[in-house]
């Protein structure tokens, strides 16, 4: 009987070192990525830096006052729908008479720049989708193959993880928490 719970042992303890690999290796990937995208940003700062005649440095200011003018651009369309709603609520409560709501035309409690700060890191794009990661096929192949069809668990490591997917250019990433 307890040559039966060592074998058990043995087998949880290889399983959770087998999806511990996979998990490094998943974030060796991320890694990578992450660096690739480093890149990218250094290509594009090389480029504005070439095309305005300029130093990296200089070149990262001009794209963080595009960035801030962007982030401009989108709290002023905010405001606006914001305005044309209020008064098209307005008109509506002239016409009906209906005056027991007032909180619906008063400012949200979030700002819109809280609401709008979301965006894309590769196209600042601020179409933003966020879903959860589901199962990773990756994980289970990794565990299948090493442990058999117990293996296929490792799938569900990391499932809920949040995934942000940008509508415009298709980037994904994940949410980091704040600690």
Excluded: H
């Amino acid at each position: 009987m307890s040559t039966f719970f060592i074998v058990l042992l043995s087998f949880s303890i290889f399983s959770l070192f087998i999806f511990w690999l996979a998990d490094t290796v998943e974030r060796k990937g991320i890694r990578k990525k992450n660096e690739r995208k480093a890149e990218a940003r250094l290509a594009y700062e090389k480029d504005i830096a070439k095309q305005y005649n300029c130093s990296l440095d200089e070149a990262k200011a001009i794209i963080q006052k595009q960035k801030e003018e962007r982030q401009r651009k989108r709290e002023a369309v905010d405001k606006k729908e914001s305005e044309e709603f209020n008064k098209f609520w307005n008109e509506l409560q002239s016409i009906t008479g209906d005056s027991a709501n007032k909180t619906i035309t008063q400012e949200p409690k979030i700002s819109s720049a809280a609401v709008t700060s979301i965006s894309c890191p590769k196209c600042y794009s601020s179409q933003i989708y966020a879903g959860k990661k589901g199962y990773g096929l990756g994980k289970a192949v990794t565990g299948a193959v090493l442990i058999g069809v117990p293996g296929l668990l490792g799938g569900f490591i990391g499932k809920d993880a949040i995934i942000l997917t940008c509508l415009k250019c298709g980037n994904k990433w994940k949410v980091k928490k704040n600690s």
